[in-house]
Every structure is written in C-alpha cells, then in structure tokens.
C-alpha cells in the first residue's frame, strides 16, 4: 500500500540543507519538507517511491556540510569536521572525539535518527528500509525537539536519580531544589541553546554566573556553595548516565570543589558576623509575656473557644499562628517539625507529668537523633486540639500536615516563618524573629541559668550539644569576655599603680629549668653585683 505526501515541482530546498555526516539535514528534512502544493497541481499526490527518489537526488548535490564551532574552552574555531580537529589540535583519543558532537549537543535532530538507526538497529545508508524509515520519521516528528524542553526532560531524570539510591535518596524538596538550580545556572551559561554541557565550560561559567550572576542577585556565598554543590551532584549523574566525556566531567568536578572550597571561608566570617548581630535580637521573657497577654492572641483564644461553624480567612489564619508562635516558643523546634507534623502523631500523643508529647518522625535530624519531641501543655494542647476541629473546614481531604494554608495545601517550613512573624508583629512586637532565633534564645538562658541541662535541652531541640556550644551560645561568650576583661583591667592597674611589696611568689624562689634545650634562668642568675 503506497503512501502519499503532498507537494510540487515548486519545492527547493535551501542551500544548507545537508548534515556534517553527509545527510539531508535535520531542520529541512523534518519541518520544510512539508510541501506547500502548487495553485495548478493541488491535487497531485507524491507516493512514497517518488519522495525518496527526490531526497536521493538532493543528497547527490554535492552540497557542503554545516560548519561547527569547537566546544573546548578557549578554542571557539568553527571547523567543519569537528572530531578531526578534536584530535589534531587538542590532542583527543579517537574514541573520545567521535562522540564530541553528540555529548556538546552539535547533531541534529536528522543525524541523531540515522545515529539512532545505525547503533541499535544495525540499519546504515546501504540498506533499502533506510530511507523510507528516515521519511516516516520526518512525518511522525514533523518538529524539532526544543532545546528546553530537552534540558527538562533531562532535570526531571535528574531529580529521580537523587532521590534513588545511587544519587543518596535525598529528600523530594532536596531534589527538586537541586534540579532547580542547575537549571538556572545552565540558563545563565547558556540561554540560546539550554544544553547541560554547556557547565564544562569554566571561562563561561566563571564569568557569566559566579562573577556577573551572582553579584546582581547579591547572593550571600552559603548561596553560592549551594548552587556549586547541585551542580556537582549534576555532574556526577552525567558520569553515571555513561557519559563518554567523563574525563571532562571529572575535571569539572574538581574545579568546582575548589570553587566551594573559596567560599567556604567567606562562609564562616558571615556566619559569625551574623551570630554576632544576633546578641541584639535574642528573645527575652518579657517579650514572651507581652505575645501571650497580647490582643490579637486572646482573640484567637476566643476565636477557638467560640468553635463557629464557619470561621473567616482572617480568623483561621490568626488562630493557626498564634498556635504554631507558642509551640516554638516553648519548644524552640525547628520550623521543619512543625511543617510535617501530621493529624496522627497529634492524636497518638503520649501523656507524662501533666504534659502531652507529640513524636514528629520527618526533619533534619531524624536520621541520626530519632524523632522530635513536642512538649505542650494541657492549655497549648487544647488549642491544637480545636484547631484541628477548625481546620476541617478548609481541609481538602488527601492533605495529612496539621497546619496548613487557607486553600487546605501543606505550607512549607519558609511559609511557617512568614507566618510566625506576621503573628508576632499583630502582637505588638518589632523586629524578625525566627525559629533559629527562637533556638539561639532557649540555648544562650539555659547556659547561663541551667547549664546542667545542656544535655536535656539538645535532646528536645534535637541536635548535639556541641552544635548548641558552637552556633548558639551567644550570651554565655560575651559573659566570659567581660568577666575576662575585669580581671585583666584590675591586674593591668595592680602592676602600674601599687607601690607596696608585692604579694606574689618572690623571683628568688624560681629555680633554673630548661624547655626545648634551652636554660631559663633564674633571679640568682641574673643578680648584678
């Protein structure tokens, strides 16, 4: 049975319509083969006999290849057999240069169907199918693969191989974070063409994303070695993907660990400047009183006790608030915990000393430190508890988080600070606060007043007691400083201003000693006569 294609005598295909493998190009091939009929030959049909005859004899023109430009940094030569090139000029093994236009994203849609026929169907030029499948091709794909959707394609395997066990089974939100920002530096490097090769090209990626990009985004450098460690993860899922440029890829993966590495110190000063600013901002127990005794929380109080049949946007998102502000105030969690708390681990509570415990088993810890406490008191338990009641009336059924938004969705750990603060600021008080202030406040009073119940405190805010003495221990370091600046004053002024004997051990009692071979002398020794 013939198939049929229309078009005319009137088609001429363009002067560059023939591939760097000695084929019909893909573009013309694909998308302007589709011929427009003739005014006079409208109906004429072209079987399929008749079509290969034709793309036979365009092949036959001796038209020349399209030209290419080397990929390699620094190189940049438009060349027209780019694998010769390769092993001339930079000296590439035969095998590696052969797949050059293929990995850097240089063939066409046409040259990567008759690539495709030739390794996995053993078809080749000389067989007689091989025409006709190219033209069934061309009528079932009519377009071009966009570039963008390719490097989407490509994230989305991307995403799925961290989250197996090759790429470490991180977290979706860790994974979809990283597809993200591999994709944003892969725009930035390059825009036009969106090929995820485009990151070995240091000169590009140096200038266009860590000097230009970053600096007009003001990325802070813990930003900067975050997008350098997805990239990385990227580069690693190349080379598991049998990526034959792996030699490449592992050169840029050791160019990118000292790129993090560079930033790594600039890291730490800001993080301590940071901590530092912090000493202004720490919470205090008056601060505490005035939320809880303020309007807009004994509102919400009403609100719940009230237990309406309809509550307003307005109320439901001033009662959830509230609740979330007072459990980390008092439990100083991570915003995280509250994020992934679910109705059941609210309702399977435990119950010891007058306190209800809640059991998360989702955050950042819990693989090395178990599940976090929440600790609440019978009256914080009881809002929970109606809040619960309340938020049956926006639930949308497969949503399983306690606190969620207005429209029934899971709200996300950056979504909990932004409300925790805007519950803070109906309160009455100023200033940002967040749960890592929140922390930084609970860890600094119980240094200061309890400092026995290190241990405890880590257990219920779920990290080690060495992370607490070194991120969080603010007070307790400016109460050493002074204490010792006092005593170093009031020794300083001793020596200059006494004029009695001294009440220190005598220099004639000093024996003579040695350190490291050499004698220290004694008062004797050093007696003129």
Same mark, same amino acid.
């Given at each position: 049975?013939? =198939?049929?294609?229309?078009?005319?005598?009137?088609?001429?295909?363009?002067?560059?319509?023939?591939? +760097?493998?000695?084929?019909?190009?893909?573009? =013309?091939?694909?998308?302007?083969?589709?011929?427009?009929?003739?005014?006079?030959?409208?109906?004429?049909?072209?079987?399929? /006999?008749?079509?290969?005859? *034709?793309?036979?004899?365009?092949?036959?023109?001796?038209?020349? *290849?399209?030209?290419?430009? #080397?990929?390699?940094?620094? #190189?940049?030569?438009?060349?027209?057999?780019?694998?010769?090139?390769?092993?001339?000029?930079?000296?590439?093994?035969?095998?590696?240069?052969?797949?050059?236009? /293929?990995?850097?994203?240089?063939?066409?849609?046409?040259?990567?169907?008759?690539?495709?026929?030739?390794?996995?169907?053993?078809?080749?030029?000389?067989?007689?199918?091989?025409?006709?499948?190219?033209?069934?091709?061309?009528?079932?794909?009519?377009?071009?693969?966009?570039?963008? =959707?390719?490097?989407?394609?490509?994230?989305?395997?991307?995403?799925?191989?961290?989250?197996?066990?090759?790429?470490?089974?991180? +977290?979706?939100?860790?994974?979809?974070?990283?597809?993200?920002?591999?994709?944003?530096?892969?725009?930035?490097?390059?825009?036009?063409?969106?090929?995820?090769?485009?990151?070995?090209?240091?000169?590009?990626?140096?200038?266009?994303?860590?000097?230009?990009?970053?600096?007009?985004?003001?990325?802070?450098?813990?930003?900067?070695?975050?997008?350098l460690c997805s990239v990385r993860h990227y580069l690693h899922f190349q080379i598991y993907s049998g990526s034959p440029l792996e030699k490449e890829l592992r050169d840029m993966i050791d160019t990118v660990g000292r790129w993090v590495a560079s930033y790594r110190k600039e890291g730490n000063k800001r993080a301590l400047e940071k901590g530092d600013r912090d000493m202004s901002k720490l919470i205090t127990p008056e601060m505490v009183?005035?939320?809880?005794?303020?309007?807009?929380?004994?509102?919400?109080?009403?609100?719940?006790?009230?237990?309406?049949?309809?509550?307003?946007?307005?109320?439901?998102?001033?009662?959830?608030?509230?609740?979330?502000?007072?459990?980390?105030?008092?439990?100083?969690? *991570?915003?995280?915990?509250?994020?992934?708390?679910?109705?059941?681990?609210?309702?399977?509570?435990?119950?010891?000393?007058?306190?209800?415990?809640?059991?998360?088993?989702?955050?950042?810890?819990?693989?090395?430190?178990?599940?976090?406490?929440?600790?609440?008191?019978?009256?914080?338990?009881?809002?929970? #508890?109606?809040?619960?009641?309340?938020?049956?009336?926006?639930?949308?059924?497969?949503?399983?988080?306690?606190?969620?938004?207005?429209?029934?969705?899971?709200?996300?750990?950056?979504?909990?600070?932004?409300?925790?603060? +805007?519950?803070?600021?109906?309160?009455?008080?100023?200033?940002?606060?967040?749960?890592?202030?929140?922390?930084?406040?609970?860890?600094?009073?119980?240094?200061?007043?309890?400092?026995?119940?290190?241990?405890?405190?880590?257990?219920?805010? #779920?990290?080690?007691?060495?992370?607490?003495?070194?991120?969080?221990?603010?007070?307790?370091?400016?109460?050493?400083?002074?204490?010792?600046?006092?005593?170093? *004053?009031?020794?300083?002024?001793?020596?200059?201003?006494?004029?009695?004997?001294?009440?220190?051990?005598?220099?004639?009692?000093?024996?003579?000693?040695?350190?490291?071979?050499?004698?220290?002398? +004694?008062?004797?020794?050093?007696?003129?006569?």
């Amino acid at each position: 049975m013939e =198939e049929s294609l229309e078009g005319s005598d009137e088609y001429s295909p363009s002067k560059e319509s023939t591939s +760097s493998e000695g084929g019909y190009n893909s573009e =013309e091939l694909f998308d302007e083969v589709e011929v427009k009929p003739s005014k006079e030959k409208e109906s004429k049909k072209m079987t399929t /006999q008749e079509a290969l005859s *034709r793309i036979v004899s365009e092949e036959k023109t001796g038209k020349k *290849r399209k030209p290419k430009v #080397c990929p390699v940094e620094g #190189c940049g030569t438009t060349v027209v057999y780019l694998p010769r090139h390769l092993r001339q000029i930079h000296k590439w093994k035969k095998e590696r240069a052969v797949h050059a236009v /293929q990995m850097f994203g240089l063939r066409t849609s046409q040259q990567q169907q008759q690539h495709h026929l030739k390794k996995f169907h053993k078809i080749t030029k000389a067989d007689a199918a091989y025409r006709e499948l190219l033209l069934k091709a061309r009528q079932t794909h009519p377009k071009k693969a966009n570039d963008s =959707e390719n490097l989407k394609q490509n994230s989305v395997s991307f995403e799925g191989w961290l989250q197996s066990v090759d790429g470490g089974m991180k +977290s979706t939100k860790s994974a979809r974070q990283h597809r993200t920002q591999v994709q944003t530096v892969v725009s930035v490097i390059d825009p036009q063409k969106l090929l995820p090769n485009s990151l070995l090209n240091k000169v590009k990626f140096r200038e266009d994303f860590l000097t230009q990009y970053t600096a007009n985004k003001k990325f802070l450098p813990g930003t900067i070695k975050s997008y350098l460690c997805s990239v990385r993860h990227y580069l690693h899922f190349q080379i598991y993907s049998g990526s034959p440029l792996e030699k490449e890829l592992r050169d840029m993966i050791d160019t990118v660990g000292r790129w993090v590495a560079s930033y790594r110190k600039e890291g730490n000063k800001r993080a301590l400047e940071k901590g530092d600013r912090d000493m202004s901002k720490l919470i205090t127990p008056e601060m505490v009183k005035t939320f809880k005794e303020s309007k807009a929380t004994k509102e919400a109080v009403t609100v719940l006790h009230s237990l309406k049949a309809q509550v307003s946007q307005t109320e439901f998102v001033l009662v959830r608030d509230m609740i979330m502000t007072s459990v980390l105030l008092t439990n100083a969690n *991570r915003s995280g915990v509250l994020a992934n708390m679910l109705l059941d681990q609210v309702q399977n509570i435990w119950r010891m000393e007058g306190v209800a415990i809640i059991s998360v088993t989702e955050h950042k810890t819990a693989s090395y430190l178990g599940p976090a406490k929440v600790v609440l008191s019978e009256e914080v338990y009881g809002w929970l #508890c109606k809040y619960i009641t309340v938020r049956a009336q926006v639930e949308r059924g497969d949503t399983v988080e306690v606190f969620v938004s207005w429209t029934g969705q899971k709200m996300e750990s950056s979504q909990i600070c932004k409300a925790v603060q +805007s519950s803070w600021r109906k309160a009455g008080l100023d200033g940002e606060i967040t749960s890592t202030l929140m922390r930084k406040s609970a860890v600094s009073k119980i240094h200061e007043t309890h400092p026995a119940m290190k241990s405890q405190l880590s257990d219920l805010m #779920c990290h080690r007691v060495e992370t607490a003495t070194k991120s969080y221990r603010l007070v307790e370091r400016e109460r050493t400083s002074v204490a010792a600046a006092e005593v170093l *004053r009031d020794l300083m002024a001793f020596d200059t201003e006494s004029a009695g004997p001294s009440t220190g051990p005598s220099t004639s009692d000093l024996k003579p000693t040695t350190a490291r071979g050499k004698r220290i002398f +004694s008062s004797t020794d050093l007696k003129v006569s």
